[in-house]
Every structure is written in C-alpha cells, then in structure tokens.
C-alpha cells in the first residue's frame, strides 16, 4: 500500500507524475547538451576527476533511530532499537543496519549537524542549497528552488566530462535541484523512470529497444526535412535557431554513443551484484549513481522516498526502509572501494532534517531541524570519523555545530570549487556558491 507525506503526496505519486514534461523540471537532451557547452568554459580542473553522489531521504531520516542512538535515554526518548558496534571502535549504528556496520572504516557521521527549519519544502530547499529560503518561499511552486541547487553549481562550475551530462536527477527530480538563476544550462538530466523497473529505459536518451539505428537515421533524415525553415533567411538572422539544430544533432549522436549506452545501461550489470545491491528503487538507484561517476557524470543526486515516519516509525523503519538502505548504501560505499573510485566519489547521505527526539502518540517521530546526523563517504573524507556530538536525548549539538552551508561549502571543495566562487543573477546581482559556509576540516 502507498504511505503518504504528512502533505498528502505518496511515494507512487511522485513517480507516477511526469516530471521532466513540467516546466523548469530538466531539459531536453538537445537543451543539456547546449548546456553542458556554456558549462565547460568555466570549467575547473583543478579537481577534474571528483564526482558527488548525493542520497536524498526524503521525508527525513530518523537519525536517533540510526546513526545517532541514545541507548541510555528513557525510553520515550531511545525508542524500540538497540544499537551495534561497528568495524571501528566506538562507533555503533543501528542494529537494523548490519552490513553498514561492517564498512564503518569507509564513512565520516556529522553528528554536529543542525538547522532552524523542520518544514518539508523549506528545510528540502535549504539542504539541497545550502541556501535558507527567503521570505514568500512557496514549496508548492515547482520548481521552488530560489537558489541552484547543489548538483547545479556543481555543473555550471565544473561542465561536462565527455559526452555524458554533468549533473543526473533519478528516479524523479526534487523540486528543489533545478538551476534557479543559473539558467536551464545548469539543469539536471532527469531519469524520470526507476531502475528497477523490468523495463527500465531513460526517456529523451536512448532510443526504444525497438528502434535499430537504420530507423533512428531515417528518422534523422525526416527531421532535417521538416525543419528546412532553419535554413531560410528569417532563421539565418536567428543565431540560437541554428544553435539548436547544432545541438540536435549532438542529440543523435548521443542516443548511439557506446559510452552513454554504457553509462545507463544497467542490465549489463551482473544479476549477483544487482541482488547485493537490492532489487528495490533505492538499490538499484545507487547501482545507477556508480555506474554515472563512473562514466563520467559528475554529480548525481539520488530522491528517495517516503522516510516521513510520524506514524508506525520503528516497524516502517524495520521492515521495509532500513533493510534497503542497508542493502543500498553498503554495496555502493563496498563497489566504490573496489573498483578504485572511494577517492573520486564523494558519497553524501541525508534527509531534510532529523526527527523528534520523543516518541509520538502514534509510535512515530516527527519533523525536527535543531538535530540531524550526515553520513559521508570517499573524495577526501577520512572514514571512521565521527566529528561533534548531541546531548543525551539527541535534542540538539553540544558545542561547535555546522549547517547547510557547511556542508555545501564542504561538498564544493572537495570537488574543487572554491566555496566563495559568485554567480550573477539576471539583474547582476552577485550571489556566493555557498552562504558563507566554513569547510569542516575535521571530516577530512
């Protein structure tokens, strides 16, 4: 059965709505590839070979559940889960995360994390930008993004590697990673489909299976046909018309390109480690992401839901959402450290906030901002570090904290941006990548 945000939109709902046909959702691949052109002339290679996979637990993560226990709380407060040590010394998760327990040498906890909002949408929009939303911020609005999310900068920044799209959005794209003043050339590619699925193909990207390439070459021909108006007079003193058609056909040649067929197609991954993975949206999500940095995609961000537990919180978490993470996020922090890639992937796992330190009437936790705990991985972070501490009930840090831009700041210059590179708005307005966020030398 679908279980639903507390704002009444369910997990199936998300995917069922077509996100890439709205608005400001993603591009079209002849628009990405334009992009990705504007992009690589402020390219930086000072860090060229870096990519970040970003996990997005939408709803929220229960962090007091699992990466924070406080298992000598009362027990209105440390909840129904008992806690287990870790391949490091002193550091334990959950018990319901046993195969993450094992590969606690690959991973930092930010335990010092915290923020003032524990409303979806601003709290979304604020972890995705680094940016608090400004007043009138509508979460209904999507795009809501005010700020370029953190995959746009990431993009605009750095540009394209090869003939892959710099920044990926699957299954869906939160409404909070579009490219706000940086434009459409800063969008996302959007998946828009669940690698799961037994017949999972990338809309606007490959061709149908039952497409062979004679078919797509006459297609081709039949397209340059009909657009003969491109090489008229009118259209000639239209420099853009004539770009687009430049970038359309880039968008052919990317449909067949072996290095992109490559990249997405995940049925040439072995059944075994697809099963390691998990067959669930988020494993194969996450098989996805390796198989993107690994092509060359330099930032993927990875939406999952439903992790708003207010209701049930300890058996949805059980049975249903902590054995796929386990799955999930343990083989793609195992088959990045195998394949060579931990140094050049940065791996970033969070929600929009925390929840409630105390047990709700319903069995649940609810929205809670003062409190949260980030699990990073790989790009220069030191594993098997645990950097600031919350109090005995998990309410809120205890000393130095770090937020939003921290972390933002944080991702930035382990990809080798400068967190105080500006952007300009259309009225010229200058805008720092990062709010003035520190980078947390501690993680790394």
Known sequence: MPRHFCDGFSRRDALRIGVASAPGFGLTLSGLLQGQAAAAESANSSRDNVSLIILFLKGGLSTIDTLDMKPQAPVEFRGDFDPIATNVPGIEVCSHLPRLARHADKFALLRSFTHS?????????????????RAGFNPNLKPNNQYPSLGSIVSRSLGPRGSVPPYVCLPRMHSSCGPAYLGPTASPF?????PNAPDFTVPDLLPPLTVDSNRLDSRRELLQTVDRFT???EAKANSAALTTSTFRDKAFN????????AAFDI????????????RHSLGQSCLMARRLVEAGVRCVTIDHTNWDTHYDN???????LLPHLDSGLTTLLRDLHDRGLNERTMVVVMGEFGRTPRVNKDAGRDHWGPSNCILLSGGGVRGGTVVGETNARGEKPVGDTTGPADLAATMFDCLGINPELEFHTAE????????NGRVIRELL
Not at 254 to 260: A, C, D, G, I
Not at 267 to 278: K, N, T, V, W
């Open 190 to 194: 959007v998946v828009e489909a669940d």
């Open 254 to 261: 990317l449909m067949v390109s072996p290095q992109t067929k």
């Open 314 to 320: 300890f058996n949805v978490l059980k049975n249903d």
């Open 428 to 435: 010229g307005r200058p805008v720092k990548v990062t709010n």
């Open 117 to 133: 909002n524990s409303d979806h949408g601003p709290a979304d929009h604020w972890m995705l930008t680094g940016y608090a939303p």
């Open 231 to 233: 090489r008229t007079n």
């Open 267 to 278: 049925g040439a991954e072995p059944d075994a480690l697809r099963r390691e993975y998990g």
